[in-house]
């Protein structure tokens, strides 16, 4: 019987990791040399750091990278909806905490979803720690603000028991599927492993709880949108904007809204949907490898 040798170890291994914050343990992927130039990576909604799992390999060999889960998602601590407040604000409080606790204050940041009002919040606070934006499907305008929102307005209006019914659809196995899938060209190559383990997340006991939060605070996003814009003109960050074009949820309108601010931006649309890293991750992962070599 001839055995297969084992594999070699990965020579930019991830490291899976955890660390207390305010209380919290905030669970991170890590991988690159700490000496190179950091990129931040912001996970959306209903996802965590677990959607990076393919493009941070991509980016290890020549950066440090770092994927935290917000509270609430993935392997992070997740008190109950009554025991913490999940906002945005304090979303980005808490990852504040943790950059300064690991010493990271200048990065790239990559969002996605979630990731682009926590990760604005963070750039308008902190100006001066970031090198960069890389946006993909991560939206800073009301032109981007899809069909998708109509049955939350009523929802952020008033919260009620009638107005979160609809909203609540938005938590189940059949909507995450779409998420995933809808505006793909093809379908087939996105893993069922992506929705099952999103899901899973979701289905934890109390979880809806926390997702409900923070889907009703999303209404104070909008109203920030003037403020990240001025940011936008007064700092002129460099930026790459990798988009699906196809996402049921934010836009096409919202990536080009960029320009207005940012008219030195890199637009790339792409003929896929909302989780455009499932279907073209090495493509991105190639456009981001070349715009953050030209960072400063």
Same mark, same amino acid.
């Given at each position: 019987?001839?055995? *297969?040798?084992? $594999? ?14 305010r209380?919290?343990? %905030?669970?991170?992927r890590?991988?690159g040399? $700490?000496?190179?130039?950091t ?6 909604? $209903?996802?965590s ?6 493009l941070?390999?991509?980016?290890? @060999?020549?950066?440090?990278? %770092? ?9 992070? *601590? +997740? ?14 409080? =808490?990852?504040?905490?943790f950059? =300064? ?6 990065? @790239? ?8 009002p926590v990760? !604005? ?8 720690? =970031?090198?960069?934006? %890389?946006?993909?499907? +991560?939206? +800073? ?5 899809g069909a ?5 307005? $009523?929802?952020w ?22 998420l995933?899938?809808q505006? @793909?060209?093809?379908p087939e190559?996105i *893993?069922?492993?992506?929705?099952v383990?999103a899901q ?12 409900l +939060? ?7 996003n ?6 990240w814009?001025?940011?936008f003109?007064?700092h002129?960050?460099?930026?790459? %904007? ?21 008219p030195a931006?890199a637009?790339?649309? !792409? ?12 493509a991105i992962?190639d456009? @981001? ?8």
């Amino acid at each position: 019987m001839t055995v *297969s040798p084992l $594999p070699l170890p990965a020579e930019h291994p991830v490291f899976h990791r955890t660390v207390t914050v305010r209380g919290l343990e %905030i669970f991170y992927r890590e991988a690159g040399a $700490p000496t190179r130039p950091t990129v931040l990576l912001l996970h959306g909604f $209903p996802t965590s750091s677990h959607m990076f799992r393919n493009l941070i390999p991509g980016l290890a @060999a020549d950066f440090h990278v %770092i994927a935290p889960d917000y509270p609430g998602f993935g392997q992070s *601590s +997740a008190p109950g909806a009554d025991e913490f407040a999940y906002t945005f604000d304090h979303l980005t409080d =808490v990852l504040e905490s943790f950059l =300064v606790q690991l010493g990271v204050t200048r990065f @790239a940041l990559f969002m996605q979803d979630y990731g682009a009002p926590v990760g !604005f919040r963070l750039a308008t606070r902190h100006p001066d720690w =970031v090198r960069g934006l %890389i946006v993909q499907n +991560a939206n +800073a305008y009301v032109d981007g603000l899809g069909a998708a929102f109509e049955p939350l307005k $009523p929802f952020w209006a008033q919260r009620t028991p009638e107005t979160e019914l609809p909203v609540r659809t938005l938590l189940t196995p059949a909507s995450t599927r779409f998420l995933f899938l809808q505006g @793909a060209r093809r379908p087939e190559v996105i *893993s069922p492993d992506t929705w099952v383990h999103a899901q899973a997340g979701l289905d934890r006991p109390g979880n809806d709880r926390i997702q409900l +939060a923070l889907l009703h605070d999303f209404r104070n996003n909008p109203p920030r949108y003037a403020e990240w814009h001025a940011y936008f003109r007064r700092h002129q960050p460099p930026t790459l %904007i990798a988009w699906g074009r196809h996402d049921p949820v934010f836009a096409e309108a919202g990536a080009r809204a960029f320009l207005r601010d940012l008219p030195a931006a890199a637009l790339h649309l !792409f003929e896929t949907g909302h989780f455009a890293l499932e279907e073209d991750g090495a493509a991105i992962a190639d456009l @981001a490898r070349a715009f953050l070599r030209r960072l400063p």
